[in-house]
Structures are given as C-alpha cells and as structure tokens.
C-alpha cells in the first residue's frame, strides 16, 4: 500500500470530535482497554475471535514498553512471516501498544509502510483480519481515501473494515480545507453523516476545482458587468448600461432589471432586506430587496463611488474622490468620512468595526470605524491596487503589479505573494483556503492559499477584462 497518512486529529478526541462524544486523551489507551476487554471476556465476539491461533511467548515479534519502533522495524521483516502464519495477535499487540507511546508519528507511518508491504506485496499473510476490530480500523486511519479504496476490494473482511464510518471520518477530518458543520446530540434532529459520501462528494468537488470549463453564459446586458453577488438563488449584477439584473441561479433567466442610476452601475452588495449600489454618478442608492424599489439616495462623495460594503449598523462606501465614507445603516446619515489615501479609493471590506481599503496610491489601509482613525498600512505592492478582502484575521489584495499579496491583519506582515496573472489583477474573492482572481489578461485563476500554487486558470471564458468574480463551494460565477 503507497498510500498513507498520519493523522493529527483522532477521531477519539480533539477538538473536531462530534459534540458530545466521550474523548480520551490518546486513542491508544481507547484501544488497551477495548483488548484487554476482548482477551479477559469469556465470551468474545466474532470481532475478536479471528487472533485464537497461539505462539510461544518468548517468540514476541515486538520488543518489551522500552523498545522504539525503529528497534521494531528494523528486526520485523525476518520475523513477520514466520510468526504470522501461525500467529496470535496477543503477543503483538500487547507489547505494541505498551510503547506506542514513546513513537513518534514518522514511526508509525514507517509500521504501517511495512505492515502494508508485508500484507501486499509478501507472502499474503492477513494480519488484519485477526486483529481486534478496534485495533484493525486503528491502523486504517493512516490511509488516505485512495489507499481505503484499495483496502476495500481485498477481502471481505477487509471491506467491512475499510467502510466502517468512523475511518471515514478520520479521512475526512485530515483533510483541513474541508469543512462541515457536524451536528450536536441535542439537536431536535440529529442525523447520522456518512462519512464515506461526504469524502465522495467534497473529492469531487476538489476534482471540478481543478478541471471545470465554465457552464452557461448569462446574456442581457448591453454593455460591460461591472459587479455580482448572488446567493443560493439568484445572481445580481450591475453594469455600464446603468441597469441592475436579477437573474434565477437554476434557470439562468432574467428576472427582473432595476433602473435608478444615470451612469455606470459599479459596486453592488444585498442581503435578504436591502441592497447597496454605488454608480459612476456619485451617488448610493439603497434598494428595498422585496419591493426591488428606491429607499434613498446618499449623496456626498464627489467623484465615482467605486465600492460598497455593509453590515447591521454601517454603510461603508469609497471613491474615486479618495474618501472613504462611513453611513448608519438603518437612519441612512453620513456619520464620518475618513481620509488618508493619496489615490482614489478602489475597495473595501469591512468586518466587525474594521475596514480595509485598497487605493491607486499603492496601499493597503487598515481603519477602526469607530475612531475613523487609520490603524496600519500594508506595504509592499509596486503599483496601485483594485482590489481587496478581509475576515478579520487575514487580507488578500490584487494589484496592478500583477500579484496577490496574502497579508497578517493584525502585524502586517506579508505572508505570500502569487504571481502568474500577466495585466492588473482587477478582483478577487478567496474562502474555505482558496482565492479566486480575475484579471485583465481576461483570465479567472484558482489559487491554493497555503501552498500559493494555482490550481486552476479559466482562459476560455472571456473575450476581454474580467471586472468581478464571486464563488461558492460549488461555483464560480465572473
């Protein structure tokens, strides 16, 4: 078996254990106990009684608690197949687990290299069938997904374990890009995950991340989108015709296009009570997202609103004038502007009292809204920036330097820079370990954020610059 892992998280303990679940604080000694309760029962179950066969005592495969597993190794290919042709597990897995404790997780991985090797490519012994089923879906949470496939198809014995759930779970666990809520035992319902099909899907679509064309072409506006947003069933996009659409994510239909602005529509963001949209007009409309109708026009910028952002308490809008503008949401009055950019202002985020901006000056700029003050600068990029995002922790700005930066929100420190787009990389959006650019060299590319690689780039979807791009776990939409 080539395939293997070592698990940082059992699924015994740790923080991404099930709610509710006992924990102990090393699976090994879940597995001690649940042996010694198989060898002292007087009446095993059909689990246990696959390791009747006996050896000598004296003939122990593994050394005594102060052995290390090199040790172990090092003498187990001469010994594995005369002892395991005849073999009880009692005489190896006592003293196995009595020094699992002093291994390190490179030794483990490297036992399990050679009991795999053993089992496959020597002389066919099945140890793990007469192992305690604790014991033998133990060792099965060091296999990746493909190496479970591979298990599976063995032996009959064999299957049963590798379909057990709980080794699925472990699968899916290490996978640390994956994420799930896993329901709580109180819950009013609490259903049971399969782990095997939830390792399925998310490989699948790990796998369309990588490969997928683009699907459908959204047609009805007569000129350039400038902005999208959509949720689980729409897509909102605003454009140079000055028009705002509403289309059904199924259908891929128009239905239904807001007029309100007199020039370009630029910027827009909703939520299920309203929408923002900023215009090449100067102006903030604030729309009724039932009605689709006007609620009010902000005015005070003096030059194109080139971005807006909102949460329950603010409107945050920023501009070509170089002023960032901090609105009450709900009484739609100007509260403060706050000032400092050199260039004109090209995005913003804000998330819990902070806003990141991004300006043609070339800076990144970090602002509480409560004081209006300007806490730090992120230094770096050679030109100016288009485009930027924030979650409170970590900020990801686009440049016309061609680079992405990955930056440290509370030190400022640059922690990447990604390279590949060949013009202004003019919008970008990354979640769930991804980041997703559009560019002006009328590419869309899908980045790793922990290795910086880019693992995908759409190049056949445009004829000209991309201006936005959003994307869900399932979708990309620009």
Excluded at 187 to 203: A, E, I, M
Aim: charge should be neutral.
């Amino acid at each position: 078996m080539t395939s293997k892992r070592q698990p940082t998280e059992s699924p015994h303990a740790g923080p991404a254990s099930e709610p509710g679940l006992s924990r102990v604080s090393d699976p090994l000694q879940l597995l001690r106990r649940n042996y010694h309760h198989h060898n002292n029962s007087s009446n095993n179950s059909h689990r246990s009684s696959s390791a009747l066969a006996r050896i000598d005592a004296s003939d122990t495969l593994f050394p005594g608690p102060a052995g290390s597993l090199s040790e172990i190794v090092d003498s187990a290919d001469s010994s594995f197949n005369t002892h395991l042709t005849t073999s009880s597990t009692e005489c190896v897995t006592e003293p196995l687990l009595e020094s699992a404790h002093d291994w390190i997780d490179q030794e483990r991985a490297r036992l399990v290299d050679r009991l795999y090797a053993l089992l496959l490519d020597g002389p066919r012994i099945d140890m793990l069938s007469r192992l305690p089923y604790e014991i033998a879906t133990y060792i099965l949470y060091f296999v990746d997904m493909s190496g479970l496939a591979k298990v599976a198809v063995i032996s009959k014995a064999w299957n049963q374990l590798a379909n057990d759930n709980e080794v699925w779970k472990s699968a899916f666990l290490y996978q640390r890009h994956w994420r799930i809520r896993i329901p709580h035992r109180l819950d009013p319902v609490y259903p049971t995950l399969d782990w095997k099909q939830l390792c399925r899907d998310h490989k699948e679509l790990d796998s369309r991340w990588r490969t997928a064309p683009y699907k459908t072409k959204l047609l009805g506006h007569q000129e350039s989108v400038y902005c999208i947003q959509f949720d689980s069933t729409k897509i909102v996009t605003g454009s140079r015709d000055r028009t705002i659409k509403f289309w059904d994510l199924t259908s891929h239909q128009c239905t239904d296009t807001l007029t309100g602005h007199s020039q370009s529509v630029l910027c827009l963001q909703f939520n299920e009570s309203i929408m923002v949209s900023g215009s090449s007009d100067n102006t903030i409309i604030v729309w009724d997202m039932e009605t689709r109708k006007v609620i009010s026009r902000l005015y005070g910028h003096t030059a194109g609103v080139l971005d807006v952002c909102f949460d329950d308490q603010y409107i945050i809008s920023c501009s070509k004038d170089t002023h960032i503008k901090v609105w009450d949401v709900h009484t739609r009055v100007l509260v403060k502007t706050m000032a400092g950019h050199r260039g004109p202002v090209n995005a913003v985020q804000l998330h819990q009292g902070q806003v990141v901006s991004a300006s043609g000056d070339g800076l990144v700029k970090l602002w509480d809204v409560a004081t209006g003050l300007c806490v730090r600068d992120f230094i770096g990029h050679e030109r100016g920036l288009a485009c930027v995002q924030f979650d409170g922790t970590t900020i990801v700005s686009g440049s016309n330097d061609k680079t992405i930066r990955i930056w440290e929100a509370a030190t400022g420190k640059c922690l990447r820079i990604l390279t590949g787009h060949e013009n202004l990389v003019r919008t970008l959006h990354f979640a769930q370990n991804r980041i997703v650019s559009g560019s002006y060299d009328y590419s869309v590319k899908v980045w790793d954020m922990t290795t910086g690689e880019c693992t995908l780039n759409l190049d056949n979807g445009h004829a000209s610059w991309v201006f936005d791009v959003q994307f869900s776990s399932s979708r990309i939409i620009r």
